[in-house]
T-cell receptor, first 113, second 116 residues
Framework: QQQVKQSPQSLIVQKGGISIINCAYE??????FPWYQQFPGKGPALLIA?????SEKKEGRFTISFNKSAKQFSLHIMDSQPGDSATYFC????????????FGGGTRVLVKP | DTEVTQTPKHLVMGMTNKKSLKCEQH?????MYWYKQKAKKPPELMFV???????INESVPSRFSPECPNSSLLNLHLHALQPEDSALYLC???????????????FGEGSRLTVL
């Protein structure tokens, strides 16, 4: 019930293309869904987050789409740049479990120039 | 640059050594966390401190001993570790109580630990 499944495991996209990462969850008690970006040798950094009462959130080139009925959410990176090459983790948390994040398995994104 | 500072960045220790990892934040956050991350895997929660009190221990072996001396500092004491404990150890902090559920954790860059 705590699992968050993330796909694909890795992704190669050309510069200017769209990167799409998908996550699915099982526990409907989750009420906060952040995405973290991690560069090699660095700690994860919050990229963008959404709550289930919103179906879409956009910040710059990054957009989260949320489908509550399907228990799925996705990250779209528009106009992908080589500097976006990193590992992306989706996550979920619920108030009842404190600020405990359940992470997806991660997606390694490589943007080719 | 991250506002959560971890030292040392790299640590090599033998299985009989005693060492400590340190974490410091000056954002006024009252919840602090230790995570362990293996290569190509997501971070795994180890401990949570909320208002300097241990609120979550994810069944971590006693060879890992956390300490929160004050609201800005978090230590992880290491003793008699095993080679499989080699990993990146991440400290994180968040505002307010750990139950405030913003999910907005601020991570440090981590301490890469190698146990020989």
């Amino acid at each position: 019930q705590q699992q968050v499944k993330q796909s694909p495991q890795s992704l190669i996209v050309q510069k200017g293309g769209i990167s799409i990462i998908n996550c699915a969850y099982e526990n409907t008690a989750f009420d906060y869904f952040p995405w973290y970006q991690q560069f090699p040798g660095k700690g994860p950094a919050l990229l963008i987050a959404i709550r289930p009462d919103v179906s879409e959130k956009k910040e710059g080139r990054f957009t989260i789409s949320f489908n509550k009925s399907a228990k799925q959410f996705s990250l779209h990176i528009m106009d992908s740049q080589p500097g976006d090459s990193a590992t992306y983790f989706c996550a979920a948390s619920m108030k009842a479990a404190g600020n405990k994040l359940t992470f997806g398995g991660g997606t390694r994104v490589l943007v080719k120039p | 640059d991250t506002e959560v500072t971890q030292t040392p960045k790299h640590l090599v220790m033998g299985m009989t050594n005693k060492k400590s990892l340190k974490c410091e934040q000056h954002m006024g956050h009252r919840a602090m966390y230790w995570y362990k991350q293996k290569a190509k895997k997501p971070p795994e929660l180890m401990f949570v401190y909320s208002y300097e009190k241990l609120s979550i221990n994810e069944s971590v072996p006693s060879r890992f001993s956390p300490e929160c001396p004050n609201s800005s500092l978090l230590n992880l004491h290491l003793h008699a570790l095993q080679p499989e404990d080699s990993a990146l150890y991440l400290c994180a902090s968040s505002q307010g109580r750990a139950t405030s559920n913003t999910g907005e954790l601020f991570f440090g860059e981590g301490s890469r630990l190698t146990v020989l």
